[in-house]
T-cell receptor, first 116, second 109 residues
């Protein structure tokens, strides 16, 4: 099946610093990628929809200036958590839709972010 | 509003059968997905239903009734490795996935 690679798998950063998470589709071109956040024992919450070559669409309540999303190519989207705070600690997951296999959404491995 | 309901937790015995139900109310419907998620890992795709009826894939089957807004995931011959959370998600009219909170399945020997 299609492969989506997310990096890093985990990261610990100091409060006030920024962290970048990469999401790559390895064997297909993803015009649309999705960024989710998942707190412990909760379901996935969509943060934003990333479209190649255009600005991301953010869900209500998600700060676009804090969670910067860039989708500069058909195989790469990045999420940058700026000025991170402990409450930003969460599991961040990206997914990509293969336009040739639209019945599935393929997920990256997820990134465990801990802000200390 | 949009809503996906599934039980929070279920317990079953190794070798048995378990059915996890999911009911939904969404703005539009473009398919229902079941995902398996082990703790600390990303979800992995299990099944997809867009038409009414039963889809069988090995030990796992998924059923859909669009008129009732209802689906279930059936797991047969349960194995210890099936202990995980099972997420129901519906693709709405905007082709976005609306997620249920997940059902934690505990398998006992």
């Amino acid at each position: 099946g299609a492969v989506v690679s997310q990096h890093p798998s985990w990261v610990i950063c100091k409060s006030g610093t920024s962290v970048k998470i990469e999401c790559r589709s390895l064997d297909f071109q993803a015009t649309t990628m999705f960024w989710y956040r998942q707190f412990p024992k909760q379901s996935l919450m969509l943060m934003a929809t990333s479209n190649e070559g255009s600005k991301a669409t953010y869900e209500q309540g998600v700060e676009k200036d804090k969670f910067l999303i860039n989708h500069a190519s058909l195989t790469l989207s990045t999420l940058t958590v700026t000025s991170a705070h402990p409450e930003d600690s969460s599991f961040y997951i990206c997914s990509a839709r293969d336009p040739d296999r639209w019945t599935e959404a393929f997920f990256g491995q997820g990134t465990r972010l801990t802000v200390v | 509003g949009q809503n996906i309901d599934q039980p929070t937790e279920m317990t079953a015995t190794e070798g048995a059968i378990v059915q996890i139900n999911c009911t939904y109310q969404t703005s539009g419907f473009n398919g229902l997905f079941w995902y398996q998620q082990h703790a600390g890992e990303a979800p992995t795709f299990l099944s997809y239903n867009v038409l009414d009826g039963l889809e069988e894939k090995g030990r796992f089957s998924s059923f859909l009734s669009r008129s009732k807004g209802y689906s279930y995931l059936l797991l047969k011959e349960l194995q210890m490795k099936d202990s995980a959370s099972y997420l129901c998600a519906v693709r709405d009219s905007n082709y976005q996935l609306i997620w249920g909170a997940g059902t934690k399945l505990i398998i006992k020997p």
